[in-house]
């Protein structure tokens, strides 16, 4: 029996639900005099960005409420999606690093970072896949990836070809299967997050995490992340496909206790944000699964 796109919607809305109500506390506290000067600025920024079609279009369409959340190694990704995992609704995607370290028993980011001239192609190729296989995803009223399958081509793969690590040949044959994609699916997103830090910064924070799969990363490595993230989303360098003119760009150079607090708050944003419409449908749909 096929499903309908609204029904797949609302799936993972039960599970979430369900998950909510068994142990998960959901942040639900009134922020008052508690925001930093910084969040101020930030609220009506995102008060702008964070709109959501009406109902009717919501359950017409294919997709998900889109989210991408892109940035440099070391800025934050991981602990932003944590906070929005406290809330309903929402189809969390970190990316999928264990599919890259684990293929078939290859670590082809290992492989990448130890010999990029023999394997950033390969690495960068199934990155795509991936992530167009998460962006496809039709699962929850709201979708928050980490990375897209727009940051692969236009920063990481990229970045090899600009290091020399990758040949023209080979990031033409990427491209092209990018723009392929891109023409025959719908990739676009309904809002990009870019959560940007100085590289420097971000350096001193993979080397305090010592990550396995980070033990290669060099500071000109993030220096060059950092330059391409700005050409694409803030500089929207005409030479690189955007997803959505929509994007949110935070400055996460601030103490990790104000930037959680952020975080806290912008979860609860979008969650209040989604049409009442919506969770309506879900939670009647829900109950036939009780």
């Excluded at 506390?25 to 009506?44: F, H, K, M, T, V």
């Excluded at 980011?109 to 190729?125: D, H, I, K, V, Y």
Aim: proline letters at 5%; a negative charge.
């Amino acid at each position: 029996m096929m499903m309908s796109s609204s029904f797949l919607v609302c799936l993972l809305t039960y599970f979430t639900l369900w998950r909510s109500v068994h142990g998960l506390s959901i942040y639900d506290g009134s922020p008052g005099a508690n925001i930093s000067d910084y969040e101020g600025e930030l609220r009506a920024e995102w008060d702008r960005r964070i709109i959501f079609p009406p109902v009717e279009e919501m359950l017409s369409r294919n997709k998900p409420f889109i989210i991408n959340v892109e940035g440099i190694v070391g800025t934050g990704k991981t602990t932003f999606l944590d906070y929005m995992k406290e809330y309903p609704y929402m189809d969390i995607l970190p990316e999928p690093i264990n599919k890259w370290t684990n293929l078939n028993g290859t670590d082809l980011l290992g492989l990448a970072f130890e010999n990029p001239s023999r394997w950033s192609m390969t690495q960068e190729s199934y990155v795509q896949l991936t992530l167009t296989e998460e962006h496809l995803r039709p699962y929850g009223i709201v979708k928050i990836m980490e990375r897209s399958p727009h940051s692969a081509i236009s920063v990481f793969s990229r970045q090899f070809y600009e290091a020399g690590q990758m040949t023209e040949v080979e990031f033409n044959v990427l491209n092209a299967w990018y723009n392929f994609l891109n023409d025959k699916l719908d990739l676009t997103t309904d809002l990009t997050i870019y959560l940007r830090l100085d590289p420097e910064l971000a350096y001193k924070r993979v080397l305090e995490r010592g990550r396995i799969e980070e033990k290669n990363l060099s500071l000109n490595f993030l220096k060059r992340l950092h330059r391409l993230h700005d050409d694409w989303l803030i500089h929207q360098n005409t030479s690189m496909y955007l997803p959505t003119g929509n994007i949110l760009v935070i400055d996460t150079s601030r103490p990790l206790d104000e930037m959680e607090m952020i975080y806290k708050h912008l979860g609860k944003k979008i969650w209040k944000e989604i049409p009442k419409g919506m969770i309506t449908y879900c939670d009647q749909l829900s109950e036939t699964f009780e």
